[in-house]
């Protein structure tokens, strides 16, 4: 293996892992004896800034990899039931596939992911305006959302490896009030959980959705359809949408309609009655904001399942439906519509301007914090 320019840190606990390092634009992976814990590798450069590639690993081997840039999930390398390594999540191996601008593979989404009608809001009578990046709608932050942006990012190693990223995304960035400080912590643990910690203050009252945006195949190889996967999304209800995907403030029951996911299901069993695809947000059953199991996702050919936790009131549940073979991964397999499907832990789209909604409202002197935890098992 080609020695990766990469630091590594205190360590505590060893395991065997699959280490994939990337040197002079080549990407090599093999199994090795490795410590758990975290190292740091440079990946690049962007705006004048240097990007780095973080790899937590915990005392199973299992690896997460992430870049500041866009504070970007890369990969997730687990073993299957067969002992196999494959990772369960879309990403690229390099900085210039998200330079190319995917759609958000394993980012972090905002200052608010998902849609905003026509990308218009008021707080208190003050009319904002966002560009429109989605028909006539704002997504996921606007053109240069904090997927796009390069995070600082600080390193802790004890028993468990964490990476701490943060941002400060100025007054008036696009179109928003408010200089908002925002950090993400992400925590690999030893039981092959990812955990997902968002903090965040304003000088200015705005508005703010946060989520992660990774793309997962359980089987860890997109020839395999995600439709084949079975999901559960503890939600009696989901928001309906428009034609452009925006809520039309309805907040309906799943009962007897495709979007039943209260026992699992295949999820391209009724797909086909969803005009497009599920692109929708479930209105979880969690009736405040504690840390609650919200959904799980199942694979029988890999053995994983991956469970969902959030203290957030919605998940967006996404099948990949604009994803059509136009990009490919480092492995050069096509990535086809419904090859990963998203499960992006949130408040609903176009809450500012949906009263009915949870607010996404942040005050000066309040102090947002939301946590993820995807948890990754095998049998
Ligand atoms: C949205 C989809 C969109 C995808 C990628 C999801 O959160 O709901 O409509 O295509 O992100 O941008």
């Known amino acids: 293996m080609k020695k990766a320019t990469a630091f590594s840190l205190a360590i505590a606990l060893t395991g065997a892992a699959f280490i994939t390092s990337c040197n002079n634009n080549q ?7 490795t410590k758990a814990g975290i190292t740091k590798a440079a990946w690049g450069n962007t705006d004048g800034k240097d ?5 937590l690993t915990n005392a199973k081997g299992v690896q997460v990899k992430i870049s500041n840039y866009g504070a970007t999930v890369t990969s997730w390398v687990s073993p299957d039931k067969n002992n196999k390594p494959s990772s369960i999540v879309l990403g690229f191996d390099s900085l210039s596939g998200y330079l190319a601008k995917p759609p958000y593979f394993g980012a972090v989404v905002g200052r608010y992911g998902n849609r905003i009608a026509k990308g218009k809001f008021k707080i208190d009578n003050t009319q904002y305006t966002l560009a429109t990046n989605n028909g006539s709608n704002a997504l996921h932050g606007g053109l240069k959302g904090f997927d796009k942006q390069v995070w600082d990012a600080s390193t802790q190693n004890d028993s468990t490896a964490s990476l701490l990223l943060s941002y400060t995304s100025k007054d008036g960035e ?40 990774s793309y997962f195949n359980l089987t860890g190889d997109v020839s395999n359809s995600i439709l084949d996967e079975t999901l ?5 209800n989901y928001t309906p949408v428009d034609t452009t ?19 699992a299901k295949k999820i ?17 059953n969690k009736k405040d904001s504690s840390l609650q199991k919200i959904a799980a996702l199942k694979d029988s050919i890999s053995g ?3 469970e969902v936790f959030t203290t957030q009131p ?20 096509k990535i086809n519509q419904h090859a990963a499907l998203c499960l992006e832990t949130q408040h609903f789209p176009d809450s500012p301007n949906q009263p009915k909604f949870p607010t996404t409202l942040l005050l000066p002197g309040e102090q947002f914090h939301s946590v993820t935890v995807y948890k990754l098992s095998v049998n």
């Open 245 to 263: 995907l925006i809520p039309t403030g309805e907040i309906k029951p799943v009962k007897g309609t495709p979007f039943d996911f209260t026992k």
């Open 304 to 306: 994983r399942t991956l």
């Open 232 to 236: 559960m999304i503890d939600a009696d």
């Open 268 to 284: 391209g069993l009724e797909i086909g009655a969803v005009s497009g695809g599920y692109d929708h947000n479930f209105v979880l």
């Open 174 to 213: 696009e179109g928003y009030p408010g200089n908002l400080k925002v950090t993400v912590r992400y925590t690999l643990t030893n039981d092959d959980e990812l955990k997902i910690e968002y903090n965040a203050t304003t000088d200015k009252p705005t508005v703010l959705n946060l989520t992660n945006h």
């Open 51 to 55: 990007v780095f590639l973080y790899t």
């Open 27 to 33: 990407t090599t992976t093999e199994k090795m004896e």
């Open 314 to 333: 919605g998940v967006q549940f996404y099948t990949g439906n604009f994803l059509d073979g136009t990009l490919s991964t480092p492995g050069a397999k």
